[in-house]
């Protein structure tokens, strides 16, 4: 028998007998009581002193303590299963099955079905004697995240480190913030994706490939834009058509865009690269 289940039998028995002892107490006081109405009343400054002389009835201070433990122990079983990997989690060190019964009054030995079930859980190991968080990612720190990220060039998502240690959401804020790293959102699922941004990787990009690129005419309207970005799965930056529909409620007008005036050369331009008059060799000035 555990040393809890000790302390619960104990406790059953400290009740019993307190309860006997309530009884007898209750019944002594009412035969003194009918014993002493038959002589001189007392005063109510004595029945004050009396009650207060009494000490009172005191029940184990380990009441609450055991009845909190005894509703985790008639809980299902997934719910203790979820209540020792929140545990392991937190510690992020092995614990053995009387460590855990310890801190969140799970008791893995006695309960097969949870003990089972958290020795064949993913986010769990069990070296035999221990059990311990088990994330996708063993990692530690900053470092050793900017290493795995910039294994995985095609982008590896934020959900499958989120859990590597406890710093590391601020980490990959930082790694970002100092360009890194990118974090970009998936249009379809919603979720962060890590993509490296790593400076001494070379990318050689053919000729013909940035004609092409080059070569596509982009469409005047952003709504047109945006269309375009959400058919092939990308999020834009933008949401033209909600701007355009605030701006109508509040009556401003969308101004358009200008096309810059381009700026000739003429006698009258200040050159201030005169010292470089091969600059200037296939210039048509008006009036020359």
């Known amino acids: 028998m555990s040393t809890l289940d000790e302390s619960l039998s104990k406790f059953k028995k400290q009740q019993e007998k307190c309860q006997t002892t309530l009884v007898k107490a209750a019944a002594k006081a009412g035969s003194s009581r009918a014993a002493s109405s038959k002589q001189v009343p007392p005063s109510n400054s004595s029945l004050g002193n009396a009650k207060s002389s009494a000490p009172a009835a005191k029940f184990s201070?380990?009441?609450?303590?055991?009845?909190?433990?005894?509703?985790?122990?008639?809980?299902?079983?997934?719910?203790?299963?979820?209540?020792?990997?929140?545990?392991?989690?937190?510690?992020?060190?092995?614990?053995?099955?009387?460590?855990?019964?310890?801190?969140?009054?799970?008791?893995?030995?006695?309960?097969?079905?949870?003990?089972?079930?958290?020795?064949?859980?993913?986010?769990?190991?069990?070296?035999?004697?221990?059990?311990?968080?088990?994330?996708?990612?063993a990692l530690k720190d900053k470092a050793q995240l900017l290493n795995l990220i910039r294994k995985f060039p095609e982008g590896i998502a934020v959900i499958d480190m989120k859990d590597s240690?406890?710093?590391?959401?601020?980490?990959?804020?930082?790694?970002?913030?100092?360009?890194?790293?990118?974090?970009?959102?998936?249009?379809?699922?919603?979720?962060?994706?890590?993509?490296?941004?790593?400076?001494?990787?070379?990318?050689?990009?053919?000729?013909?490939?940035?004609?092409?690129f080059r070569g596509i005419e982009l469409p005047r309207d952003m709504l047109d834009i945006e269309r375009d970005l959400q058919k092939n799965g990308m999020k834009p930056a933008t949401n033209t058509a909600l701007r355009r529909a605030k701006a109508e409620v509040h009556g401003l007008a969308l101004k358009p865009k200008t096309k810059k005036k381009k700026h000739e050369i003429s006698k009258r331009t200040k050159l201030t690269n005169a010292h470089l008059p091969e600059l200037f060799k296939n210039l048509n000035v008006p009036g020359s």
């Open 61 to 137: 201070s380990d009441t609450e303590r055991l009845q909190i433990i005894n509703s985790i122990r008639k809980a299902p079983a997934g719910a203790q299963i979820k209540r020792v990997i929140d545990l392991l989690f937190e510690k992020r060190q092995p614990l053995t099955p009387e460590s855990i019964n310890k801190e969140c009054h799970v008791d893995v030995n006695a309960n097969k079905t949870v003990f089972e079930s958290l020795k064949n859980n993913p986010k769990v190991s069990y070296d035999g004697k221990t059990f311990s968080y088990k994330s996708k990612h």
């Open 165 to 212: 240690y406890t710093a590391v959401m601020d980490d990959l804020q930082a790694l970002k913030a100092s360009g890194q790293i990118w974090l970009l959102s998936n249009f379809d699922s919603q979720e962060d994706i890590a993509y490296p941004n790593d400076p001494r990787a070379i990318i050689k990009v053919d000729d013909d490939l940035k004609q092409l």
